[in-house]
T-cell receptor, first 114, second 116 residues
Framework: AQSVTQLDSHVSVSEGTPVLLRCNYS??????LFWYVQHPNKGLQLLLK??????LVKGINGFEAEFKKSETSFHLTKPSAHMSDAAEYFC????????????FGKGTHLIIQP | EAQVTQNPRYLITVTGKKLTVTCSQN?????MSWYRQDPGLGLRQIYY???????DKGDVPEGYKVSRKEKRNFPLILESPSPNQTSLYFC???????????????FGSGTRLTVV
């Protein structure tokens, strides 16, 4: 079985400051890990994905995430927040295969203060 | 443009009136899936399909049906909707679930369903 825990339901940062959204996972096997973003009244958009290649993954809009197997973490970071980053972010783990294919975290709401 | 198209985007209906939410993808993906999103619960899988004529239950299948008669379409059917099915629904597709480790998922824009 697999599970995902997003450690913060809400994160608030000032524009121009760094962003850190935390995600821990549990998996019996080597997982694939994804971060998705959902802007208000929009669908889900893939930010980045880890699939057992480089442990530091770069995504769109300046986001990146580092896979740390020893800590079972896949935290999402961005050096400088922009107002347009305000959205809901989901950490997702995938083993492949049926109903366990995708397991979503409960989401982190990112608030950007002007 | 490669995409997953859901219709309708918004739907208000009454308890017990059968409805269908359509999902179509133009990427020749084998794997398709339906999720519902509820506040504080994240996304939960309703049903999924590994390929044509192959469907199976996800985490919360009660009250829903699906069919996969063609590769591109994966409709979600609510035979007798109830208020607890009020939610935001997403359809997603992927090239192949068994080989998905190098493929992401493409999501539709969502269908906001209200059952009164």
């Amino acid at each position: 079985a697999q599970s995902v825990t997003q450690l913060d339901s809400h994160v608030s940062v000032s524009e121009g400051t760094p962003v850190l959204l935390r995600c821990n996972y549990s998996s019996s096997y080597s997982p694939s890990l994804f971060w998705y973003v959902q802007h208000p009244n929009k669908g889900l958009q893939l930010l980045l994905k880890y699939t057992s290649a480089a442990t530091l993954v770069k995504g769109i809009n300046g986001f990146e995430a580092e896979f740390k197997k020893s800590e079972t973490s896949f935290h999402l970071t961005k050096p400088s927040a922009h107002m347009s980053d305000a959205a809901e972010y989901f950490c997702v783990v995938s083993l492949g295969g049926g109903a366990d294919g995708l397991t979503f975290g409960k989401g982190t709401h990112l608030i950007i203060q002007p | 443009e490669a995409q997953v198209t859901q219709n309708p985007r918004y739907l208000i209906t009454v308890t017990g009136k059968k409805l269908t939410v359509t999902c179509s993808q133009n990427m020749n993906h084998e794997y398709m899936s339906w999720y519902r999103q509820d506040p504080g619960l994240g996304l939960r899988q309703i049903y999924y399909s590994m390929n044509v004529e192959v469907t199976d239950k996800g985490d919360v299948p009660e009250g829903y049906k699906v069919s996969r008669k063609e590769k591109r379409n994966f409709p979600l059917i609510l035979e007798s909707p109830s208020p607890n099915q009020t939610s935001l629904y997403f359809c997603a597709s992927s090239f192949s679930q068994t080989l998905n480790l190098n493929y992401g998922y493409t999501f539709g824009s969502g269908t906001r369903l209200t059952v009164v």
